[in-house]
């Protein structure tokens, strides 16, 4: 797991929409926060998607601003960023190399059973219900977790989300920013 004071591993590529993104390149305006998001049909991921969203205004007026990294197909992260009004990149990082660089781990006991278990009808129909269609869907039992990362390239905040459907406390984590 990264920890506060350790250098962030790198990140960059292309998001889903908008320029190439390079981590190294946004934080020389001042802090960014990096957020490691579950499947993008999950209900903890929308609701980090609204607190992320409050925050962006002074995230990109202020600072280096915000990125998001899925493990969620292209294919679900094209869909789902305009449907949402995503406002920030968002990579997509299907084979978990960031995830794996970053140390954000996945789910697991009988939390990560029980996600793994559900029925494809039952995943569709909460799909459908959140995104007003079905999303194809992989690694349902990615944990969240998100890092501030200072201008100097350390990491001034960790969190890391216990549960696929936790939510990053945007209060404490973009707070250490001041």
Do not use: C
Request: proline share 8%.
């Amino acid at each position: 797991m990264i920890a506060p004071g350790t250098a962030a591993p790198r990140l960059h590529g292309q998001p889903v929409f908008g320029l190439p993104y390079d981590l190294a390149a946004a934080r020389a305006r001042g802090p960014v926060l990096v957020a490691f998001w579950s499947a993008l049909s999950n209900a903890g991921t929308l609701r980090n998607l609204a607190s992320l969203t409050g925050a962006w205004p002074r995230a990109d007026a202020e600072a280096g601003g915000i990125v998001a990294v899925t493990r969620s197909p292209l294919e679900a992260a094209r869909d789902f960023v305009p449907r949402h009004h995503v406002l920030f990149p968002v990579l997509v990082d299907e084979s978990g190399t960031f995830f794996d660089a970053w140390g954000v781990g996945r789910a697991s006991g009988l939390a990560a059973a029980l996600v793994r278990a559900r029925p494809e009808p039952l995943r569709r129909a909460l799909s459908v219900l959140r995104n007003g269609q079905p999303l194809p869907e992989a690694h349902a039992d990615q944990l969240p977790a998100a890092f501030l990362v200072g201008r100097d390239g350390a990491v001034v905040k960790a969190w890391h989300g216990q549960g696929v459907d936790d939510v990053i406390p945007m209060e404490s984590t973009w707070g250490a920013a001041a």
